[in-house]
């Protein structure tokens, strides 16, 4: 087994809490004593630095929302002077004001570091030429993995997205044994790839995807690895905490969550009570080391469970499972609570089926009716109508048994749905325009 950092990957957990709980204090006084805001907000919640004596005090601490960096837009919350930055990251900004992020020198450092850790502890080094096709510029993907890669002593290959015939030539002529990129966008590569008559399995050097910036579930990896002949790692993190951070490792059991940089919590997005290891909760983040952009208690959205055993790869730091959907992305149709990843989850495992599909949710009167428009794949697809009703059947049939209410489904053919280079935009809910 190989470790980027053995000493604090295999540090004991005792120690470990240890650290964090330091890491901790440290952080609580200082912005009790240098950021208004918290300082503000620690007051309305009647703690004090003193109030924390261990480490599950953090509990006492408040909680921070996506809305607090919008409504101090652009840098507000900042804790580290202008002379002191080095570089800016901004989100899109397509729900609302974007969130800019601030990193000092320390911080990028960090932001390496803990993706060192990761591309190490799935098997990459030296030697290894990673494309790394999440967009470059405001957006951190692109730049996070790049200095990752570059840490670990890999070449880069920094083909950002799009031009994909171009990126399938470069794959195949600089012979990239990894790749890192959305989920969606390595599908959409894989069928460009077929149509130049070019297999990634067969033709390429590629053996590792890092794929992110989306959710996708395990029958997703399954489909992806069988096809393209890779081994598919998911990462996790979000342009708030410092972008792509935490990747799972070759045990692919969930992300390390390195915790001399950062502090999870699984809380109950109703109650704001914090949940046992095992059972599934909102995703809550306390980065113990920023120094522009500090994150206390910030509440991500994201839905998943926190496992705290020591890994079988060695690392002793604890895992939270497949982003298994996001709070704010949940349906609910006619009183049921549906979250695409089910829907994908279902269609995966239907042979039939192709990679990619499509729900359209719409009020019709007083009900809520569902559409999942779904691509077959090039063997199943037939002129046959007897063949394409029973295919439809099968799929309602499985659907309505997976997410206990009805859905609708249209088959379509293979390579006429929309396809991205960037996050997949896998549901359209006309109940809101």
């Known amino acids: ?171 195949q002529d600089l012979k990239a044994t990894a790749i890192a990129c959305t989920p969606s966008y390595l599908l959409h590569i894989g069928e460009v790839a077929e149509k130049m008559g070019i297999s990634i399995k067969n033709d390429t050097c590629l053996k590792a995807g890092i794929l992110g910036a989306e959710p996708w579930t ?52 109703k109650t704001e009570e914090p949940l046992e290891p095992g059972e599934k909760g909102e995703v809550t983040v306390t980065m113990l080391q920023k120094e522009a952009l500090p994150m206390i208690r910030y509440r991500i959205g994201d839905i998943s469970s926190m496992e705290e055993e020591v890994c079988a790869c060695g690392r002793t730091h604890p895992r939270i499972q497949r982003i298994q959907g996001r709070v704010d992305d949940m349906l609910i149709i006619r009183g049921i609570n549906v979250f695409p990843s089910q829907i994908e989850h279902t269609l995966m495992t239907i042979p039939e089926v192709g990679q990619h599909f499509q729900i359209v949710v719409e009020r019709k009167g007083a009900l809520d009716d569902m559409l999942v428009r779904v691509e077959l794949n090039k ?22 048994n997976a997410l206990n209410v009805n859905a609708e489904v249209e088959l379509v053919e293979p390579g006429s749905l929309p396809r991205f280079e960037g996050k997949s935009k896998k549901v359209i809910d006309k109940r809101s325009m």
């Open 1 to 171: 087994m190989t470790y980027w950092d053995p000493r604090i990957e295999t540090i004991p957990m005792t120690d470990l809490k240890k650290k964090q709980y330091k890491l901790l204090k440290s952080l609580v006084y200082r912005l009790y004593s240098f950021s208004p805001f918290y300082h503000d907000r620690m007051k309305e919640q009647n703690v004090h630095p003193d109030d924390i004596r261990d480490i599950s005090d953090v509990r006492k601490l408040p909680f921070m929302f996506k809305r607090d960096l919008r409504d101090n837009y652009p840098d507000k919350l900042f804790t580290a002077s202008q002379e002191e930055l080095v570089r800016y990251h901004v989100s899109s900004g397509t729900t609302g004001k974007p969130t800019v992020v601030g990193y000092t020198q320390n911080d990028i450092d960090g932001w390496s570091t803990s993706l060192a850790r990761g591309l190490t502890s799935i098997g990459l080094g030296r030697g290894d030429i990673i494309q790394v096709s999440y967009g470059y510029g405001l957006f951190t993907g692109g730049l996070g993995l790049h200095y990752g890669a570059e840490r670990i002593g890999a070449t880069v290959l920094p083909t950002s997205v799009g031009n994909t015939e171009r990126q399938i030539e470069l794959m």
């Open 218 to 269: 395990e029958s997703m990896r399954t489909r992806i690895e069988d096809w393209l002949g890779i081994k598919a790692f998911d990462i996790y993190g979000t342009s708030e905490l410092s972008g792509p951070m935490f990747t799972e490792c070759a045990e692919q059991q969930g992300f390390h969550i390195w915790s001399d940089l950062a502090l999870v919590e699984i809380i109950d997005p």
């Open 379 to 400: 063997e199943s697809f037939s002129d046959k109508i007897n063949d394409l009703m029973q295919v439809r059947r099968n799929v309602e049939h499985r659907l309505r």
